[in-house]
């Protein structure tokens, strides 16, 4: 008798025992695949969600650089510039009217009824806009609001309290603000535009 030895079939002893996944480890596989899926669109969300606050931030900055420019292109006098003797003037002793010089209180003069009319940095101390605007009061960019201060500050001893004035625009959207400041001094008290 003769006995045939066959060799073993390897492929087919693997293939059982590497038939396939369990559905054990199917499972894990779409819970951790899920959990990852979730995490990326988390990201992506909030992604979409800040995207627009560039564009906001940069018009709020427009808005305030616009405002700030404004109130350091205006004269910055010893007198109120309607003043008689604002063009000669040496000190606040030398104005025409004693009530609208230097040492009044920062803010318009009860002429001064619109910004139109404000002639002077001190004039926009204090001023809030509601929508900001350009200064014939035409509404420059809707949902953004504007506050305006300007407060006398000593910048380096020897110069006078009352030679130097900072400027600080602040400029809001909902829940956002942006503060820009700004400083103006008194290097050519008699100019007038």
Do not use: W
Request: glycine residues 6%; negative net charge.
């Amino acid at each position: 008798m003769c006995i045939e030895v066959r060799p073993l079939n390897r492929a087919r002893v693997l293939s059982r025992t590497q038939a396939g996944l369990s559905l054990i480890e199917l499972v894990m596989f779409i819970v951790i695949v899920g959990i990852g899926v979730a995490g990326i669109l988390t990201v992506f969300n909030l992604t979409t969600q800040k995207s627009a606050d560039p564009q906001v931030r940069k018009q709020m900055l427009a808005a305030a650089e616009a405002l700030l420019e404004e109130v350091e292109f205006k004269p910055f006098t010893y007198c109120d510039p309607d003043d008689a003797n604002a063009a000669t003037a040496a000190s606040s002793a030398g104005c025409a009217d004693s009530a609208n010089n230097e040492s009044s209180p920062l803010g318009p003069e009860a002429s001064d009824t619109t910004r139109a009319l404000y002639d002077n940095v001190s004039d926009y101390h204090g001023l809030s806009l509601a929508t900001v605007s350009d200064i014939n009061g035409a509404a420059a960019i809707n949902g953004y609001s504007a506050t305006l201060s300007v407060t006398q500050q000593q910048l380096e001893a020897g110069i006078p309290l009352q030679a130097s004035l900072r400027i600080t625009v602040t400029v809001t959207h909902g829940s956002d603000s942006l503060s820009l400041s700004g400083y103006r001094l008194r290097y050519a008290p008699n100019s007038l535009p």
